[in-house]
């Protein structure tokens, strides 16, 4: 059971604009920043946003970052076949001396 | 350019130890926590533990303390992560990550997929 939860899956077709929602608690997205990370098929996790809303440099402005409270998104514009993926969110926890947690991820689908 | 380059797959028998590497290249190795991800077969990722290479200040999710060891050479720019006594139940994939200054992960390896068997 990942601390951070979200939704096991998401589709969408192309073109059109999907959102991967990611909640926590107060010691974690509550009180510190979110990262996203893209994991494509049989390769490393990839760093896509840092700082709940940052980019590092070329990943597409098609990709976005949110938070508020305890809860954070991903929204992926103008969706293309190769955003097909599996999408984590990540955030530090300041409980039990601090450690980072993560969400259980979310599938992508581009139908 | 950030590199970490893991070495490569293993198969292992349960009782066995284990040691697997991750060299970064591209940045000051010894400035930066360097750490190791847990991904098990259809699950997500699980963050194990950071060690800071410059005085091996090491840190550790409380479900990995005591159950892996996490060391570095920084002399070679290389960390570590090894079992003395492996289990089926570690057979996963393994990625050493850094991290990014005040934050979480920014940079990953192509991962080390051990499987153990009974």
């Known amino acids: 059971q990942s601390v951070l939860t979200q939704p096991p899956s998401a589709s969408g077709t192309p073109g059109q604009r999907v959102t991967i929602s990611c909640s926590g608690s107060?010691?974690?997205?509550?009180?510190?920043?979110v990262y996203w990370y893209q994991r494509l098929p049989g390769t490393a996790p990839k760093l896509l946003i840092y700082r709940n809303n940052q980019r590092p440099s070329g990943v597409p402005d098609r990709f976005s970052g949110s938070k508020s409270g305890t809860s954070a998104s991903l929204a992926i514009g103008g969706l293309r076949s190769e955003d097909e993926a599996d999408y984590y969110c990540a955030a530090w926890d300041d409980s039990l001396s601090g450690h980072v947690v993560f969400g259980g991820g979310t599938q992508l689908t581009v139908l | 350019e950030v590199q970490l380059v893991q070495s490569g797959a293993e198969v292992k028998k349960s009782g066995e130890s284990l040691k697997i590497s991750c060299k970064g290249s591209g940045y000051s190795f010894t400035t930066y926590w360097i750490g190791w991800v847990r991904q098990m077969p259809g699950k997500g990722l699980e963050w194990m533990g950071f060690?800071?290479?410059?005085?091996?200040?090491?840190r550790f999710s409380p479900s990995f303390q005591g159950q892996v060891t996490i060391s570095v050479d920084k002399s070679i720019s290389t960390a570590y992560l090894q079992w003395s006594s492996l289990k089926p139940s570690d057979t996963a994939m393994y990625y050493c990550a850094r991290r990014m200054v005040q934050g979480v992960i920014d940079y990953w390896g192509q991962g080390t997929l051990v499987t153990v068997s009974s």
């Open positions: 107060s010691s974690n997205i509550g009180s510190n920043d």
């Open positions: 060690i800071y290479p410059g005085d091996s200040d090491t």
